[in-house]
């Protein structure tokens, strides 16, 4: 095992994110399913991170990783901004261009960019819900 600790740290957040999952999925609501698109996409990139960190460094393996985070971002800002059909298509976009910039570039600071501008925005769209609009 080439580094147990990022392993074993990938593999809890994989299993505390497939189980978060799982109760999403049974909730009603459209919003709370896509952000169990969010969680399961996180515990699969968590999971495959910690193989491709442990146990095989190879491309395919980076891959599904990058691209399974960039699909746990889409569900946290489309799941935030359900009630936003324009921001949904937004996520959308954003997770296509991700994509397709991930299909060619490998270093982990696109992916950090790429959640970190969803969480900008699902912390945006909780204040203005919780504050109500400024304008």
Do not use: C
């Not at 999925?25 to 952000?35: E, N």
């Not at 395919?60 to 691209?67: D, G, I």
């Not at 059909?85 to 996520?91: E, K």
């Amino acid at each position: 095992m080439n580094e147990p600790s990022t392993v074993i740290t990938d593999y809890v957040l994989g299993l505390v994110s497939a189980w978060v999952a799982l109760r999403l999925f049974k909730r009603p609501h459209p919003p709370q399913r896509l952000w169990g698109v969010a969680f399961a996409a996180l515990a699969t990139g968590a999971f495959l991170g910690g193989t491709w960190h442990g146990f095989a460094h190879n491309e395919v393996l980076w891959k599904a990783t990058v691209l399974s985070v960039g699909f746990a971002s889409f569900g946290m800002v489309a799941g935030s901004g359900y009630s936003f059909p324009w921001l949904r298509v937004l996520a959308a976009i954003k997770l296509a261009i991700y994509i397709g910039w991930m299909l060619f570039h490998n270093e982990f600071i696109y992916v950090v960019l790429d959640t970190g501008i969803a969480l900008i925005v699902v912390a945006a769209i909780h204040l203005w819900k919780w504050n109500g609009p400024m304008l």
